[in-house]
């Protein structure tokens, strides 16, 4: 089915661990993002590309790294997790033409203790 | 960069009523508004849009409305089913053309049978 693919589902991780979450997609879309879901909080933006080769920080970037390894993957790393990037954390893709919408993944639970 | 508000938090309705959420936005500039539905579990789904060279969008049984003077924007849901219970978000674009998008807190919507 088309669309975008995140793994995993969920993770939990110690304090100062890393992980990479990944994400894919088969739609030939050129940019790709990724949000953290917070209570009360809605979708926040981390990073996003715009395309392939070109990563740039949104709203709240700090404690995280991003690799565009390729038109459909977009990578995103912890490299020491704190308990505050406890989230659900979404991946999107959009053509990147203007005003035009996103289509996400179902998500990664991280729970981070 | 942009600033999007959400009203209410949560909304419960009898089925067969109507629910309206509503949003405001900060960026004169601002020229797509699109609507996403999240189901339990599951990525947020884009429902309905509208761009700024319109006051009205009408899809079966949801419609949204575009006021820019007043800088608001809302979602109108009628003869509410049980399977409209979900949470809804609306969503701006942001003026640097990137074709970020940012989202409103969310608003959860119960359908009571």
């Known amino acids: 089915n088309a669309g975008v693919t995140q793994t995993p589902k969920f993770q939990v991780l110690k304090t100062g661990q890393s992980m990479t979450l990944q994400c894919a997609q088969d739609?030939?879309?050129?940019?790709m993002y990724w949000y953290r879901q917070d209570p009360g909080m809605g979708l926040r933006l981390i990073y996003y590309?715009?395309?392939?080769?070109?990563?740039d920080k949104g709203e709240v970037p700090n404690g995280y790294n991003v690799s565009r390894l390729n038109k459909r993957e977009f990578s995103l790393r912890l490299e020491s997790a704190a308990p505050s990037q406890t989230s659900v954390y979404f991946c999107?893709?959009?053509?990147?033409?203007?005003?035009?919408?996103?289509?996400f993944g179902s998500g990664t639970r991280l729970t981070v203790v | 960069g942009e600033n999007v508000e959400q009203h209410p938090s949560t909304l419960s309705v009898q089925e067969g009523d109507s629910a309206v959420i509503k949003c405001t936005y900060s960026?004169?500039?601002?020229?797509?508004f699109p609507w996403y539905k999240q189901e339990l579990g599951k990525g947020p789904q884009l429902i309905i849009d509208?761009?700024?060279?319109?006051g009205e969008k009408k899809d079966q049984r949801i419609a949204v409305t575009l006021n820019k003077t007043a800088k608001h924007f809302s979602l109108h849901i009628t003869e509410t089913q049980p399977e409209d219970s979900a949470v809804y978000f609306c969503?701006?674009?942001?003026?640097?053309?990137?074709?970020?998008?940012?989202f409103g807190t969310g608003t959860r919507l119960t359908v009571i049978p």
């Open positions: 999107a893709s959009s053509s990147g033409r203007a005003n035009y919408g996103y289509t």
């Open positions: 969503a701006a674009t942001d003026q640097t053309g990137a074709n970020n998008l940012f």
């Open positions: 739609m030939n879309h050129n940019s």
């Open positions: 509208i761009r700024s060279n319109v």
């Open positions: 590309s715009a395309s392939e080769g070109t990563t």
């Open positions: 960026d004169s500039a601002s020229n797509y």
